[in-house]
């Protein structure tokens, strides 16, 4: 079979990755890091990113059995965390038999868990719900949990767990607040602690304790508004980029696209490239939206379609069927698409589609 000829494909920069995850562990120089791959590795290919990370990682995180399986048959043998533990009892048998450690979350999980009878000890990281009021232990239902757990001859090490709900507003209170209510539900207990997604890594050095989970951050987007000092260090680990197919010259009043949302005020040159919303180039890009031609700074115009996308190509040097088009990466910031499509980096990483081919490079 031929190459695919479609120009689109997502450049996965796993150098930029090791850098990226290296600058969270200087960041939190005390704590081991559980680097986060779920969802396919925030849309990067999770094997391929835990592959590349295996040296240096303490161990990885999930969201369910499924991703941690795909990890262990690739033959990661790190520790992997299930942040949403079991969703049944009849998966405490898999997550025995692959060496897995799981969260509890909620009664039933600790039920399940406790009624276990595995052939080697598990261990369990103990979330605690101290204001994000998703999912987690109540504060008063700590103590006991910990007692219950601590006692049981088939559980291991333990891990005490919350997650922030507003650690990427860095002026904003509630933060401490959250630490806190960890810290009182803990009272003296002397467990290691784990608070910390990206935002906190960056943002709250208070929260870093023994265990730091950061995600986004080693893919190379800061959670945080602006240019924030220990965010600048980060490097791009995806590069979405595709080719002009199809360049014509419109004159003023011509409408672009489906329902004519753009109509040109001046004699333009519309460059079409091949990328839409099916391959997770967000439908919402408004007009404006960043996109980069020959590496020089453009703009969207015109609705994003499934297939093709629609660009204003005025003032752009050389540009000719072919020429490559970045819809992300080190010339256009994902964060700056994402904030012109009301949406977050995170959904762009991970809504890349099944058609578009994820290119590793860089070890
Ligand atoms: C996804 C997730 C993380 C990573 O969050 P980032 O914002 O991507 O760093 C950390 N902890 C938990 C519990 C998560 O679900």
């Known amino acids: 079979?031929?190459?695919?000829?479609?120009?689109?494909?997502?450049?996965?920069?796993?150098?930029?990755?090791?850098?990226?995850?290296?600058?969270?562990?200087?960041?939190?120089?005390?704590?081991?890091?559980?680097?986060?791959?779920?969802?396919?590795?925030?849309?990067?290919?999770?094997?391929?990113?835990?592959?590349?990370?295996?040296?240096?990682?303490?161990?990885?995180?999930?969201?369910?059995?499924?991703?941690?399986?795909?990890?262990?048959?690739?033959?990661?043998?790190?520790?992997?965390?299930?942040?949403?533990?079991?969703?049944?009892?009849?998966?405490?048998?898999?997550?025995?038999?692959?060496?897995?450690?799981?969260?509890?979350?909620?009664?039933?999980q600790l039920d399940w868990i406790l009624a276990a009878r595995p052939a080697r000890r598990l261990d369990c990281w103990i979330k605690l719900d101290s204001g994000m009021h998703r999912v987690?232990?109540?504060?008063?239902?700590?103590?006991?949990?910990?007692?219950?757990?601590?006692?049981?001859?088939?559980?291991?090490?333990?891990?005490?767990?919350?997650?922030?709900?507003?650690?990427?507003?860095?002026?904003?209170?509630?933060?401490?607040?959250?630490?806190?209510?960890f810290g009182q539900a803990l009272g003296g207990l002397r467990i290691p602690r784990s608070l910390a997604n990206s935002a906190a890594i960056l943002a709250w050095p208070q929260s870093h304790g023994e265990w730091t989970r950061p995600g986004i951050m080693i893919y190379g987007v800061s959670p945080l508004p602006g240019a924030h000092p220990q965010a600048t260090a980060l490097r791009p680990t995806m590069t979405l980029e595709s080719a002009l197919i199809s360049i014509r010259d419109l004159a003023p009043g011509e409408p672009v696209g489906y329902g004519g949302r753009f109509v040109c005020e001046r004699p333009t040159r519309v460059g079409v490239a091949a990328v839409g919303y099916a391959d997770g180039y967000p439908r919402h890009a408004r007009d404006g939206t960043p996109v980069a031609v020959n590496g020089q700074r453009t703009r969207i115009i015109g609705r994003v379609s499934m297939d093709m996308i629609t660009l204003d190509l005025t003032g752009i040097a050389d540009a000719h069927i072919g020429a490559p088009v970045e819809l992300w990466g080190a010339t256009i910031p994902a964060n700056e698409v994402a904030q012109a499509s009301d949406t977050i980096a995170y959904q762009l990483f991970t809504g890349i589609g099944r058609r578009v081919p994820l290119i590793h490079e860089g070890v």
């Open 1 to 108: 079979m031929n190459a695919p000829a479609r120009p689109l494909r997502a450049r996965i920069h796993l150098d930029a990755l090791i850098h990226n995850y290296r600058h969270a562990k200087r960041l939190a120089p005390a704590a081991r890091a559980l680097a986060v791959v779920k969802a396919n590795g925030y849309g990067h290919g999770a094997v391929a990113v835990a592959r590349a990370l295996a040296d240096e990682a303490d161990g990885f995180a999930v969201a369910c059995v499924d991703e941690a399986m795909e990890l262990r048959e690739s033959g990661i043998r790190h520790p992997i965390l299930l942040l949403e533990g079991v969703f049944a009892p009849h998966e405490i048998a898999l997550v025995d038999r692959a060496g897995l450690t799981t969260v509890i979350h909620n009664r039933e």
């Open 136 to 181: 987690g232990l109540a504060p008063d239902d700590f103590a006991a949990a910990h007692a219950a757990l601590t006692a049981a001859p088939q559980i291991g090490e333990l891990v005490a767990m919350s997650h922030f709900a507003r650690a990427d507003e860095p002026e904003h209170p509630y933060t401490e607040r959250q630490i806190a209510i």
